[in-house]
């Protein structure tokens, strides 16, 4: 059964997708058919809808890299490449305007979701370690790696190049991650 903070948190990120962070609360509940004040009852304010919005996100993430991760029959290379294309359903909050706006105006959640991008990679670093170690990736500097796919992966936050490029993110991902660990030159060279 879906509950109300769930489906609140839903119209929050479809109101984020549309309007950006410019909204208001007033909107929120017309979007959801109900007052402003049953909206109140479940979240006191829209940097706590927000809030909530981040960790249900990352959460799936997280779920998402841990199945991967615990996947003993995926090779290491493929796990990379899963690990790098694994986003959070609410792509909003990969995409660069949208996050210029929560800097500006949430900055503790600002503050939260900066952290999240940049301290998840613990798990990559391993994973480039484990190839290396099995011979499966070319034995370079492990750190520069992971900051190579970290640099590459944060370009998802460019969505304008995607549009015009014609080219979802997630394809855009994982063509990232083949490049990386496949290299730019075409077989037959």
Known sequence: MVTIE????????EELKE????????DLARRLGISKRTLYEHFSSKADILDALIEDAFAEVD?????????DDIPVTEKIKEVIISLPTHIELVDRPTLEQIKRSFPEQWEKLSKI??????EMDALIEQGIREGII?????????????????????????????????EALSQIADIILYGLVSKEE
């Open 6 to 13: 769930y489906r609140i948190i839903q119209a929050f990120a």
């Open 19 to 26: 309007n950006g962070i410019k909204f208001t609360m007033d």
């Open 63 to 71: 779920k998402k890299n841990e199945l991967i991760l615990q996947n």
């Open 117 to 122: 991008y940049t301290k998840d990679w613990d």
């Open 138 to 170: 070319a034995n370079k500097n492990a750190a520069l790696i992971v900051k190579m796919i970290r640099g590459a992966v944060e370009t998802a936050q460019d969505q304008q190049f995607y549009i015009v490029n014609d080219i979802s993110l997630t």
